[in-house]
T-cell receptor, first 115, second 111 residues
Framework: AQSVTQPDIHITVSEGASLELRCNYSYGATPYLFWYVQSPGQGLQLLLKYFSGDTLVQGIKGFEAEFKRSQSSFNLRKPSVHWSDAAEYFCAVGPSTPGTYKYIFGTGTRLKVLA | NAGVTQTPKFRVLKTGQSMTLLCAQDMNHEYMYWYRQDPGMGLRLIHYSVGEGTTAKGEVPDGYNVSRLKKQNFLLGLESAAPSQTSVYFC??????????FGQGTRLTVV
């Protein structure tokens, strides 16, 4: 069955420090992968996506993610965190084969940023 | 361009009452989804639709019904609300091979 695992429920970093949020997936084919961010009381906003090609993808707000097929991972990174990055982050896999339609989400990682 | 719009944004229901949540998208997307979000559980798929007139069950469909009479609208119904349905509900839409676009959510409390 398709699944997404985000092993870290909460992460706290200091402003200016680097960040890595982990995501592992289980999918029968080459997946479409996404990272979304959710600020309190808001909907989900797309940070970046991977469909094919270069395994290092750049997104908005200075985020990047690397697809590693051998590790079934799609970790999100940012070199220097800003206080405004405090939010909840969701990794997801999307439908990539004919006849599939579902987006499957991880349980999320809540990021706290210390001033 | 509004994207995905959900109404209402907030609602309080008494146990046993019914209600309908409306999702409207103006992007001509084929696929539409209803998720619920609960603390520590991420987003769980309730129902989805792959086109006008079609619906399918997701991961947690019990207690909910849906309809997609028009391509741009996807309705989620609760026939007899229960406290376990207290949640934040998100609608999303997409095309094939794209990301899902989300609404701002509906916060529902069942007392």
């Amino acid at each position: 069955a398709q699944s997404v695992t985000q092993p870290d429920i909460h992460i706290t970093v200091s402003e200016g420090a680097s960040l890595e949020l982990r995501c592992n997936y289980s999918y029968g084919a080459t997946p479409y992968l996404f990272w979304y961010v959710q600020s309190p009381g808001q909907g989900l906003q797309l940070l970046l996506k991977y469909f094919s090609g270069d395994t290092l993808v750049q997104g908005i707000k200075g985020f990047e993610a690397e697809f590693k097929r051998s590790q079934s991972s799609f970790n999100l990174r940012k070199p220097s965190v800003h206080w405004s990055d405090a939010a909840e982050y969701f990794c997801a896999v999307g439908p990539s084969t004919p006849g599939t339609y579902k987006y499957i989400f991880g349980t999320g990682t809540r990021l706290k940023v210390l001033a | 361009n509004a994207g995905v719009t959900q109404t209402p944004k907030f609602r309080v229901l008494k146990t046993g009452q019914s209600m309908t949540l409306l999702c409207a998208q103006d992007m001509n997307h084929e696929y539409m989804y209803w998720y619920r979000q609960d603390p520590g559980m991420g987003l769980r798929l309730i129902h989805y639709s792959v086109g006008e007139g079609t619906t399918a069950k997701g991961e947690v469909p019990d207690g909910y019904n849906v309809s997609r009479l028009k391509k741009q609208n996807f309705l989620l119904g609760l026939e007899s609300a229960a406290p376990s349905q207290t949640s934040v509900y998100f609608c999303a839409s997409s095309l094939w091979n794209t990301e899902a676009f989300f609404g701002q959510g509906t916060r529902l409390t069942v007392v």
